[in-house]
Nanobody
Framework: QVQLVESGGGLVQAGGSLRLSCAAS????????MGWYRQAQGKQRELVAR???????DYADSVKGRFTISRDNAKNTVYLQMNSLRPEDTAVYYC???????????????WGRGTQVTVSS
């Protein structure tokens, strides 16, 4: 019954900011990798940012210097702070994580249902 739920999406003007949150819930034993993907209309889903269990991060070149990924292990939550937003950032943003549950001895990969981010010009 592990589940990822995104929040924080919405409509923002170009140059504005949004903070996305993704909370994992259920009988969680541990969480290793967590990441954010996005999919714009008519385009393939792409990796935006990822953060390892130890805190190391990676970003897509298109968002470096503008987006920051972080996590709160106590809350089983990953965040994506998005600044200086551009119309080309418009997409559905999905949370992704590798999680082991109490009932399983191996990691499973989970996806959230996504949250819409729309940046107006």
């Amino acid at each position: 019954q592990v589940q990822l739920v995104e929040s924080g999406g919405g409509l923002v003007q170009a140059g504005g900011s949004l903070r996305l949150s993704c909370a994992a819930s259920g009988s969680i034993f541990s969480i290793s990798y967590m990441g954010w993907y996005r999919q714009a209309q008519g385009k393939q889903r792409e990796l935006v940012a990822r953060i390892a269990g130890g805190g190391s991060t990676d970003y897509a070149d298109s968002v470096k210097g503008r987006f920051t990924i972080s996590r709160d292990n106590a809350k089983n939550t990953v965040y994506l702070q998005m600044n200086s937003l551009r119309p080309e950032d418009t997409a559905v943003y999905y949370c992704n994580a590798d999680i082991s549950s109490i009932s399983k001895y191996y990691m499973n990969n989970y996806w959230g249902r996504g949250t819409q981010v729309t940046v107006s010009s």
